[in-house]
């Protein structure tokens, strides 16, 4: 049915996965223009550069689906099963993708946003989630066909990667890094304790999978075993290195959160540590205009700016702060801080080049 016009048609739950139906038909080129095919099962189906904008595919399956090139502009494709589907140069702007199975979906030059995907997706949102896999189930004639919250959350951070490499490509450099941000953020959740063993399990430990139930899952070595032991501490330094990275630059895309960490390091943490540790050492005209102050408070601000000026002095090197560290914890103290500003300076800058090339 090449080139079929089939504008307007409603073909609403109709299946095309048993022998009666036209699983794996040739569709490429066709027009389904404001056509309705709810529900419809359009398995392993041919619909390469079809035209099929402004139709309603709610709820549908497209497992295997060959989708290249096709227009699906302004249509509905809520709930849709793009499972192993082939979008590359599809246009999806403007159609509804809220809660689609995207996983394992060939997206390469696809066209649509970030706004179109109308909030989480399909393995975040637990109520789409289950009802995609009571669907499936009911499908594929099984009791439970769900999967286990670590590949769950692992499905989840391979789409985000495919997103984010999908819209770098086609230049939409805004919502690639979101994408990109939403990546790491679920991939740093992939070492904890509760997702590391059922994920990296089997390479690392040579766990052995089994079903118990019709449910797959893992036998190996006691978690107290040395090997074990050693897996869930470099997995826990893994995520304390992930979250240190995010707290301090944001993967790299958030220049404001550097130069935070800066200005508190002048402002707050430097003067509330250096001063903890013993002080400074007043010295020269320092000590004489402090005298000359009667109020307290004032006295407080001049001795906090002369604190200040001190972890400028010492991030920056300038030497040109009066006062003097007064024992050797504050020299200690001030040394870590100096390697600490080089460290921050030279991440503000790769971060500021980061935002540049992405920008």
């Known amino acids: ?22 699983t794996g038909a040739d569709l490429s080129w066709a027009t389904i223009k404001n056509a309705s095919l709810k529900g419809a099962d359009l398995s392993f189906i041919n619909f390469a550069n079809a035209k099929a904008y402004s139709s309603d595919f709610a709820y549908s399956i497209f497992y295997g689906a060959n989708c ?20 590359s140069a599809a246009n999806l702007s403007q159609a509804r993708l809220t809660g689609v199975n995207w996983y394992l979906a060939q997206l390469d030059s696809t066209v649509f ?27 594929i004639g099984k009791k439970d066909a769900s999967i286990r919250p670590s590949a769950r959350l692992f499905r989840t951070i391979q789409i985000y990667e495919a997103f984010s490499a999908n819209w770098q490509s086609v230049g939409q450099s805004k919502d ?18 509760k997702y590391a063993r059922p994920i990296f399990g089997e390479a690392e430990l040579n766990d052995v999978s089994i079903k118990i139930d019709n449910e797959r899952t893992f036998r190996g070595k006691s978690k107290f075993h040395p090997r074990v032991l050693v897996f869930y501490f470099r997995h826990l330094l893994l995520w304390l290195g992930d979250w240190l990275v995010e707290l301090l630059c944001d993967y790299g895309e958030s220049i404001w959160r550097v130069l935070f960490w800066i200005i508190s390091i002048i402002l707050v943490i430097g003067p509330f540590t250096i001063w903890s540790l013993g ?24 001795s906090y700016f002369q604190y200040v000026l001190y972890m400028i002095d010492t991030i920056t090197t300038a030497n040109f ?39």
């Open 279 to 302: 002080g400074l050492a007043w010295t020269g005209e320092n000590v004489q205009f402090y005298r000359t102050i009667s109020d307290p408070f004032q006295r407080i601000l001049y």
């Open 1 to 22: 049915m090449r080139g079929i016009d089939l504008d307007g048609l409603n073909l609403d739950g109709i299946k095309f996965g048993d022998r009666k139906s036209l």
């Open 68 to 87: 290249s090139g096709t227009d699906f502009r302004r249509s509905d494709l809520t709930r849709v099963d793009f499972y192993r589907t082939n979008l």
């Open 113 to 139: 946003q970030r706004k179109d995907l109308g909030g989480k997706l399909l393995l975040e949102n637990d109520d789409y989630y289950l009802d995609y896999y009571r669907r499936l189930a009911a499908r």
């Open 176 to 193: 690639a890094t979101w994408a990109y941000l939403r990546m790491r953020k679920l991939g740093k959740h992939l070492h904890l304790p």
């Open 321 to 359: 702060a009066e006062m003097k560290p007064h024992n050797d914890l504050v020299r200690i103290a001030s040394g870590l801080m100096s390697l600490l500003g080089i460290f921050l300076a030279g991440l503000l800058g790769f971060v500021a080049g980061n935002r540049i090339r992405h920008s």
